[in-house]
């Protein structure tokens, strides 16, 4: 099946964006592009890297100006958003114009869990990062939920039952 329609997950991280984007797009029969992984291959940096030397600001504009590139051109797509994308109105504006937008929610603990080793999130490298997954919670779970079109809760599923959840959800719209 080929879908006719770009799709767009949003969502924390730790939420399975990129493993469930990859299954997602394999299943519909589109390519699938990771957000950061882009921005990473464009500046030859990793997403550390780039906060590092540019701030947050700095990087969030090339989230903005990469966002924009993938789903401006012609293809559908599946792709996954950093966590932080959501908090753009610019961003919102384009995912909402270019595609269909699915919120994978889940909760503070899941995400504690998943993302307790990667050292690639520089937003968690904190004494506290149960803390500050919760602030950030607090801020982007409204601006998540105004953008989505679709909602689907990944907590203690596994990638390929939350594919199977999208599907049925998409075939309903």
């Known amino acids: 099946?080929?879908?006719?329609?770009?799709?767009?997950?949003?969502?924390?991280?730790?939420?399975?964006?990129?493993?469930i984007g990859r299954l997602l797009a394999t299943e519909?029969?589109?390519?699938?592009?990771?957000?950061?992984?882009?921005?990473?291959?464009?500046?030859g940096a990793n997403i550390p890297w780039i906060f590092d030397k540019e701030g947050e600001e700095?990087?969030?504009?090339?989230?903005?100006?990469?966002?924009?590139?993938?789903?401006?051109?012609?293809?559908?797509i599946v792709m996954a958003t950093g966590g932080g994308a959501i908090l753009k109105p610019e961003n919102r504006d384009i995912i909402?114009?270019?595609?269909?937008?699915?919120?994978?929610?889940?909760?503070v603990a899941q995400q504690l869990q998943r993302t307790a080793k990667d050292k690639?999130?520089?937003?968690?490298?904190?004494?506290?990062?149960?803390?500050?997954?919760?602030?950030?919670?607090?801020?982007?779970d409204p601006l998540y939920r105004e953008a989505a079109d679709i909602i689907v809760n990944t907590d203690r599923q596994s990638p390929k039952s939350v594919v199977r959840t999208i599907m049925k959800k998409l075939n309903s719209l």
């Open 120 to 140: 690639n999130r520089p937003l968690l490298q904190t004494e506290n990062p149960e803390a500050v997954l919760k602030a950030l919670f607090e801020v982007r």
């Open 58 to 76: 700095g990087f969030r504009k090339r989230e903005t100006q990469t966002i924009a590139e993938l789903l401006e051109a012609p293809d559908n």
């Open 96 to 107: 909402g114009k270019y595609s269909t937008v699915i919120y994978l929610h889940t909760t």
């Open 1 to 19: 099946m080929h879908y006719n329609h770009t799709i767009v997950l949003v969502g924390p991280m730790g939420a399975g964006k990129s493993t």
């Open 28 to 43: 519909l029969g589109l390519n699938f592009f990771d957000s950061d992984r882009e921005i990473e291959a464009r500046c």
